[in-house]
């Protein structure tokens, strides 16, 4: 939960939703699935990617912590990572969301209620 202060556009190559938040608030998957990548990198901080049924993944940026490794099955709604404010792209703590299926960006906004 929190408030979009980045909206999914992809004619600016922004294939998320930046949801502002307070740091250290719980991040949750959104369903059920496998961790492919549980990593740090230089741009976008603390990463998390999830493989979910029907070619379905998720992505959560900028966390300040991780809570599951590579390799790890999670369920729906369990804590994953941390918010945070991590790497040379994040503008202060939020969490840049992603949502991909077949290959292709989705708009996370007619899938879930950020509010």
Known sequence: QGIISD???PKNKHFAVDIATDKNQSVKSVADGRVIFSEWTAQTGYVIIIEHKFSLISVYKHNASLLKQQGDFVTSGEVIALTGDTGELSTGTHLHFELWSD???????????FN
């Open 7 to 9: 909206g999914f556009n």
């Open 103 to 113: 290959g292709n960006p989705i708009n996370p906004e007619e899938f879930i209620n």
